[in-house]
């Protein structure tokens, strides 16, 4: 039942993306939609960004996830290597727990 499931899903998925290249010369937007899409697509990722960052299981993370996530915010913009705004993350969020802050 549950490979049932996942196939299902699977087709699906390809379902939707093999209609968008397929239909995208058959589908006419207005401008205006058109300059929201890349808007919605970025403000969609960054509530899924800020919901993990914040959330667990439903309920609040503690403070010491929003800090490290916070941390390599800055690291980022910064402009720091990718490696060192994980690590940074990482070892804030640590130190943090280490500490007792929840």
């Known amino acids: 039942m549950l490979i049932a499931v996942i196939l299902a899903l699977a ?3 390809y379902g939707f993306r ?3 290249v397929l239909l995208r010369d058959r589908l006419d937007l207005p401008d205006w939609s058109r300059r929201l899409l890349p808007v919605g ?3 969609l990722l960054a509530a899924l960004a800020a919901t993990a960052a ?10 010491a996830r929003p ?3 916070l941390v390599g915010v800055l690291l980022a913009w910064r402009r720091v290597p ?9 070892a804030t969020t ?3 727990r280490l500490l007792g802050v929840d």
């Open 54 to 63: 914040v959330t667990e299981a439903g309920r609040f993370a503690g403070w």
């Open 82 to 90: 990718f490696v060192l705004v994980v690590v940074g993350a990482a």
């Open 41 to 43: 697509a970025a403000a």
């Open 67 to 69: 800090a490290g996530v």
């Open 11 to 13: 087709a699906g998925t």
């Open 18 to 20: 093999v209609a968008g």
């Open 94 to 96: 640590a130190v943090l």
